[in-house]
């Protein structure tokens, strides 16, 4: 039991749409990054928040945007949703930016 | 040029056998974290065990270890005894604790297969 869930498990988005993800981090940790996991890859990073601030991005354009919020949660938002957008969708949290990390079950999105 | 590097697509193995699996590495950051994690059809990424650039033992964590080459920049996962359950995806990652310390580089994954 890793503590760290994602919300929703699945979705389906038409292109041109805009998603948000949410994940609770597991107690205690203040740090949650964001991945990407196509079809058959390993997770590529987005982003990582740390008290609220974003701490590092990855080769991802500006329409991925997040948030954390006071409590440690954060939210990933998807504008204008592209064909290629479809993957799994992971979220991490850690005690610390560069500590361990644990993962959530990830959200499914499939943009059609 | 690619910071992990996983050759094995697919692996099979009988099960109560011992597998290895394959990860090398480049990074110039002397301060380094490497992990495995397991990631079953289900699609959480559970993490198995971890091995820092200092460390001057291989880990071990249960039936896992880790055969920790550093002239050679590999890290390889070692199962012992495997079971039905250990079937899933693993994934061998990298965190350079100084360089970009904020994220985790993955590889490409190598599905495993545990046969009765």
């Known amino acids: 039991e890793t503590g760290v869930t994602q919300s929703p498990t699945h979705l389906i988005k038409t292109r041109g749409q805009q998603v948000t993800l949410r994940c609770s981090s597991q107690?205690?940790?203040?740090?949650v990054s964001w991945y990407q996991q196509a079809l058959g890859q390993g997770p590529q990073f987005i982003f990582q928040y740390y008290r609220e601030e974003e701490n590092g991005r990855g080769n991802f354009p500006p329409r991925f945007s997040g948030l954390q919020f006071p409590n440690y949660s954060s939210e990933l938002n998807v504008n204008a949703l592209e064909l290629d957008d479809s993957a799994l969708y992971l979220c991490a949290s850690s005690l610390r930016p560069n500590t361990e990390a644990f993962f959530g079950q990830g959200t499914r999105l499939t943009v059609v | 040029a690619q910071k992990i590097t996983q050759t094995q697509p697919g692996m099979f193995v009988q099960e109560k056998e011992a597998v290895t699996l394959d990860c090398t590495y480049d990074?110039?950051?002397?301060?380094?974290?490497l992990f495995w994690y397991k990631q079953p059809s289900s699609g959480e990424m559970i993490f198995l065990i971890y091995q820092g650039s200092y460390d001057q033992q291989n880990a071990t964590e249960g039936r896992y270890s880790l055969n920790f080459q550093k002239a050679r920049k590999s890290a390889n996962l070692v199962i012992s005894a495997s079971q039905l359950g250990d079937s899933a995806m693993y994934f061998c990652?990298?965190?350079?604790?100084?360089?970009?310390?904020?994220?985790?580089?993955f590889g490409t994954g190598t599905s495993l297969t545990v046969i009765p």
């Open positions: 107690s205690g940790h203040n740090t």
């Open positions: 990652a990298m965190r350079e604790l100084i360089l970009t310390g904020n994220q985790f580089y």
């Open positions: 990074t110039s950051d002397p301060s380094y974290g």
